[in-house]
Nanobody, 125 residues
Framework: QLQLVESGGGLVQPGGSLRLSCAAS????????IGWFRQAPGKEREGVSC????????NYADSVKGRFTISRDNAKNTVYLQMNSLKPEDTAVYYC??????????????????WGQGTQVTVSS
């Protein structure tokens, strides 16, 4: 029912930038908070950033504050993650997921569902 597709990943040098997109279909997009999550090899999936259904409220992991910006365009059913000043430790598969009733207090993996397939981000020289 709820379908999310991530795109925009790729290989980038340290200090570079990427913009990820999460395109939604099959549900009323503007009713849902959307989160970005990532999983590196050998590590658990972690929350990166979340945005409320309206776009009014956002949340960022400490590791990406000041470097990443989440936004959404409800008219296009798309959430973006602008990633600047990328570091090798940002290397991971990035996923987006949805939450109909996000509290706005955090960006926990267990609170989100309808996961996309992920897009690989590799930061390396």
């Amino acid at each position: 029912q709820l379908q999310l597709v991530e795109s925009g990943g790729g290989l980038v040098q340290p200090g570079g930038s990427l913009r990820l997109s999460c395109a939604a279909s099959g549900f009323t997009f503007d009713y849902y908070a959307i989160g970005w999550f990532r999983q590196a090899p050998g590590k658990e999936r972690e929350g990166v950033s979340c945005i409320s259904s309206s776009g009014l409220s956002t949340n960022y992991a400490d590791s990406v504050k000041g470097r990443f910006t989440i936004s959404r365009d409800n008219a296009k059913n798309t959430v973006y993650l602008q990633m600047n000043s990328l570091k090798p430790e940002d290397t991971a598969v990035y996923y987006c997921a949805a939450n109909r009733w996000w509290s706005g207090l955090g960006c926990g993996v267990r609170a989100f569902g309808s996961w996309g397939q992920g897009t690989q981000v590799t930061v390396s020289s």
